[in-house]
């Protein structure tokens, strides 16, 4: 009995730097994902990101500061950028991506009470 299996491993590794099949695999995962950089840039998002967060949805997200991108209510009410706020040092968004940075570890399902503003008027916690 013969198999391919081997003949598709190499197949893929041609994919391992392209950006079009990382956005094809994250806009097919349901829950809102997003890559940072070590500046807390976004990098990278799904289209499940975009539906939580519209507030920005049609706007070039792309090395936007995370606060700002999902509308950090901090961020907005105290007019500084992402990482400046009075609140910023107990972010849990930003201690998880810190931590991944600095541990390499991962942090997984884990709540944090966030504020964030959907609109000019609207604020959702």
């Not at 999902?70 to 950028?81: H, L, M, R, T």
């Amino acid at each position: 009995m013969t198999t391919n299996i081997a003949l598709t491993n190499i197949s893929f590794n041609f994919l391992r730097g392209s950006h079009q099949f990382l956005e094809l695999i994250l806009d097919n995962i349901n829950s809102s994902v997003l890559l940072l950089n070590n500046r807390m840039e976004l990098i990278s998002f799904n289209n499940a990101f975009l539906a939580m967060f519209p507030k920005n949805k049609d706007k070039d997200l792309i090395y936007i500061r995370c606060g700002e991108a999902i509308g950090c209510a901090y961020q907005v009410e105290e007019q500084k950028d992402c990482g400046k706020t009075s609140k910023c040092r107990n972010c849990e968004l930003r201690l998880s991506a810190i931590s991944t940075y600095l541990n390499n570890t991962t942090t997984f399902r884990k709540k944090s009470p966030a504020h964030f503003m959907l609109s000019v008027t609207k604020r959702w916690t």
